[in-house]
Each structure stands twice: as structure tokens, then as C-alpha cells.
């Protein structure tokens, strides 16, 4: 399954990877804010968070994503059934409770967790930023610095960068991710001198 993911994981994430933590992440980001400076430009950004993001991935979405992926029926339905059909009983002095099915969300102590997230959140993200971004590092459009389950949006224009805030939310209610607005932060960077 890891070869099929490998296709698909972005080459700048964060939190997840071996050898790259978020303190990475925050130092890339200091690199852009820095030579966005030194050349006079213009960056908008927004530091946006996932309202309980763990807890609201869409398996029916995620078993279609592993498919399209190429994962094999094998692998998929053993996922499906850690995570699909789950459910508990309490246990009371008196007996158990009848049992109740657990909704959504995935299992956070799941060694699959990091792969099957990341896989969730990179779909995502590709979906809703598709033909979105100004941003550009190497002659390349850059949309995000990814980190854990976390997304740093990059644009030049804040137009650009809303209309990217916008898709991603209406994408994200499609896959049940939904922005937490307390938590997101935009951010423009500017010299002083370029005005």
C-alpha cells in the first residue's frame, strides 16, 4: 500500500514524514516570508486549521480515494472493516448496553492514521486548489506548506487567496473537513518599501 500512497504524498509535508517536523515547516515558511521580502513581493497568507479533522474524515469518501488510488480490494475492505464497522457496547453492572455504531472520525492510536489522513488531506487539497495559486518557487505554482493536518494556503494576490479559501471550504463540506475559522489566520507579507 505504501508504493501506491508514494504516488500521491506531496513532496513538502510535515509532521508525518521521517526527518521532517513541523519546525520544518516553519522553517520554509520563514524562507518564503524572507525572500518574498528581499525581492519587493507581495505574499498573502492563510494559516488555516481543520475543525476536529480527525474526527470528521468521510470513510465512504476515503474507501472511493483508496480505490482510485489503485489500493487492493483486499487491503480496502480490511480498512473498511477496522473503520466502517465499528461500533460499542457499556458495560454496566447491570449488563451491556445495546451496541451503538460509530459514525465517523478515524481511529487517532491507528498506526494506519498518518498514511490514511495524509492520503485524505492531499486529495482534498489537490481538489480544491486545482487551477488556483500565483504563488510560484522555481518557475512552479506552489499552493501550500503542508504540515500534519494542517495547510499554510500561499498566494500573492488576496483575491487569489480568498477565492482559494472559498473552494477549499466548499470542497472541504463535500469530504466533511470543515475549516475551523477561530483557528485560521490570514496573514499578508509586504515590505514597507514596495509601496
Not at 521521517?18 to 518574498?36: L, Q
Not at 474507501?63 to 473498511?80: A, P, S, V
Not at 459514525?103 to 487517532?108: A, P
Request: charged content about 30%.
Amino acid at each position: 500500500m505504501k508504493r501506491e500512497l508514494r504516488l500521491y504524498s506531496a513532496k513538502i509535508t510535515f509532521g508525518f514524514r521521517r526527518g521532517k517536523g513541523t519546525g520544518d515547516a516553519v522553517g520554509i515558511m520563514t524562507i518564503i516570508s524572507e525572500r518574498t521580502l528581499e525581492i519587493y513581493e507581495e505574499l498573502s497568507v492563510c494559516f488555516k486549521d481543520s475543525r476536529k479533522a480527525f474526527d470528521r474524515v468521510n470513510w465512504t469518501k476515503l474507501m472511493q480515494i483508496l480505490k482510485e488510488t489503485g489500493i487492493d480490494w483486499r487491503e480496502r475492505r480490511l480498512i473498511n472493516n477496522l473503520y466502517m464497522a465499528q461500533g460499542f457496547k457499556v458495560r454496566l453492572n447491570r449488563g451491556e448496553t445495546r451496541s451503538v455504531e460509530i459514525g465517523s472520525g478515524v481511529r487517532q492510536v491507528c498506526c494506519l492514521l498518518p498514511i490514511l489522513f495524509k492520503l485524505y488531506s492531499e486529495c482534498l487539497t489537490k481538489e480544491a486548489l486545482e487551477g488556483y495559486g500565483d504563488f510560484k518557487i522555481g518557475g512552479k505554482i506552489v499552493h501550500t506548506v503542508k504540515y500534519a493536518e494542517e495547510r499554510v494556503l500561499l498566494a500573492k494576490e488576496e483575491k487569489v487567496l480568498q477565492d482559494m479559501i472559498n473552494n477549499r471550504i466548499e470542497i472541504g463540506r463535500y469530504y466533511g473537513m470543515e475549516m475551523n475559522a477561530e483557528k485560521t489566520n490570514v496573514m499578508k507579507i509586504l515590505n514597507n518599501h514596495s509601496q
